[in-house]
């Protein structure tokens, strides 16, 4: 007699790891976007503490752009005492954070990220994340 599994029985346990995979994909797929986007509010934060610093030393906000000018060089701010912080990041798509100066009174400064199509607007691993750094950029 001989002993093993039919084609019947081996497709049928093909079909459940098939469909159990189906099913866990779409759950690790979340999870990875959501670890970017934790990735994105901790740099952020680090981008905020690294432009305060910049403020208390110099009485300056860190140049707008997206080089990080002011927080690794000094980008023409006087008594500029820095770096103040070791690399300028890059969010988890190897798009640099910006620092956008507001243009409506009050004249505020934020850090952004536009998350993975780097465009204005969007949502998933597209959502853009902004962080206010200052109120009021003239105080």
Known sequence: ?????TL???LIVIAIIVAL????IPMFSTTKVT???AKVQADLDAVKSAAVMCHYDTGSWPVAGTAGAGLINSGGIANWSGPYVDRYATDPWGNPYRIIDGTAAPVTITAA???SDNAVGGAGAATDFTLLIAPDRSK
């Not at 007699?1 to 599994?5: A, D, L």
């Open 1 to 5: 007699m001989k002993r093993g599994f």
């Open 8 to 10: 019947i029985e081996l």
């Open 21 to 24: 995979a189906g099913a866990l």
């Open 35 to 37: 670890a970017q986007q």
């Open 113 to 115: 990220c536009y998350g």
